[in-house]
């Protein structure tokens, strides 16, 4: 499969543009690898460990279905929604259209603390970014209550990629913009199932009065 970074780059136009990413992801990249924060080192990584396979994510959602009622079981179930269409289009549409390879992480020096296995998939987007901005997007957008949680936890999960060296700065903003998209779709997804499981629930013949009749 052709790169396609290589087919922009026979256009000038494309390969000024590339230029000027790839330019702006490694200054980033190098500027993130060198900052020293020891609380970060401490939470960033086991928060990105966490958010493996959105593990973090549907550890919420069970709990937001689990005590929140009906509208918690609804922003459950928008949020999962959201997770499968963004990571579902993450991984078999943009990371096979664009076969990015990882950052280097040995060559920019990111701490030995930090390091996370390197995931064997191609880099461009991220789907850990994807995943958490389209829960945090769709659980909120059913129960508002939830955003002053969320979305601090999906930027610091977003974040944590690059921080421990596996996700170019680009990949991130990428996968957290499709992310945001793909809460919106996860959102009206799960309202539709929703009304049309309580249609056909309103529909059912009411056993109880259908007893008293006989």
């Not at 499969?1 to 780059?9: C, G, H, I, N, P």
């Not at 550890?59 to 079981?73: D, E, F, K």
């Not at 060296?165 to 945001?180: C, E, L, T, Y």
């Not at 309103?202 to 009749?213: K, L, Y």
Request: aromatic content about 8%; hydrophobic content about 45%.
């Amino acid at each position: 499969m052709l790169d396609v970074s290589e087919k922009a780059a026979s256009h000038p136009a494309g390969q000024a543009a590339i230029t000027t990413i790839t330019g702006w992801d490694d200054e980033v990249y190098r500027r993130i690898a060198g900052y020293r924060t020891p609380i970060l080192d401490r939470t960033l990584r086991p928060l990105t460990k966490a958010a493996n396979n959105s593990v973090l994510w549907f550890t919420i959602a069970a709990a937001t279905a689990a005590l929140g009622g009906v509208r918690g079981r609804r922003a459950a179930l928008a949020g999962v929604t959201a997770i499968g269409i963004a990571s579902g289009t993450v991984n078999q549409v943009f990371k096979r259209l664009a076969p990015r390879g990882r950052p280097d992480r040995e060559g920019a020096a990111v701490p030995q603390q930090r390091h996370v296995p390197m995931p064997e998939s191609t880099s461009f987007p991220s789907g850990h970014s994807a995943s958490a901005f389209a829960f945090a997007t769709a659980a909120s957008s059913e129960l508002p209550a939830l955003a002053p949680l969320l979305f601090p936890l999906a930027a610091a999960v977003a974040y944590s990629r690059t921080y421990v060296g596996v996700h170019h700065p680009s990949d991130v903003v990428v996968g957290s913009a499709f992310g945001v998209f793909a809460g919106g779709l996860g959102r009206y997804a799960a309202d539709r199932v929703s009304d049309r499981v309580a249609k056909i629930g309103a529909g059912r013949p009411d056993c109880g009065a259908t007893g008293s009749a006989d």
